[in-house]
Nanobody
Framework: DVQLVESGGDSVQDGGSLRLACKVS????????IAWYHQASGKQCEKVAD???????YVGYYWKGRFTISRDNAENTVYLQMDNLKSEDAGMYYC???????????????????????WGKGTRVTFST
């Protein structure tokens, strides 16, 4: 049974850190390109970072220097380390996987969107004052 299960979302304060995990089951994470998307309430869904099956990583301009994507092959899990969090980072974070093609969608009206093999249900990040 194929599943992507996100975890790690929590309530944080400005400047805080979280590590999100995308646990893959039913296929090998290293065989697919995997991305993290963020959707704030009422906003479009935007690509935060991705990691190719070859292990090449990309982090979007807004998050560069604050977020890091990585993959643990032994755990079959892709992580998103988020540091120096800002209130604009609040929202749902989804992981998605596709085989054999790069993940080119930077912005979409909504997540999930078509063209990907699998999506998780998301994990929520909120901010506390």
């Amino acid at each position: 049974d194929v599943q992507l299960v996100e975890s790690g979302g929590d309530s944080v304060q400005d400047g805080g850190s979280l590590r999100l995990a995308c646990k893959v089951s039913g296929f090998t994470a290293a065989e697919r390109n995997i991305a993290w998307y963020h959707q704030a309430s009422g906003k479009q869904c935007e690509k935060v970072a991705d990691i190719s099956s070859d292990g090449v990583t990309y982090v979007g301009y807004y998050w560069k220097g604050r977020f890091t994507i990585s993959r643990d092959n032994a755990e079959n899990t892709v992580y998103l380390q988020m540091d120096n969090l800002k209130s604009e980072d609040a929202g749902m974070y989804y992981c998605t996987a596709v085989r054999g093609k790069p993940i080119m969608v930077a912005l979409s009206p909504d997540c999930p969107f078509s063209g990907m093999d699998y999506w998780g249900k998301g994990t929520r990040v909120t901010f506390s004052t």
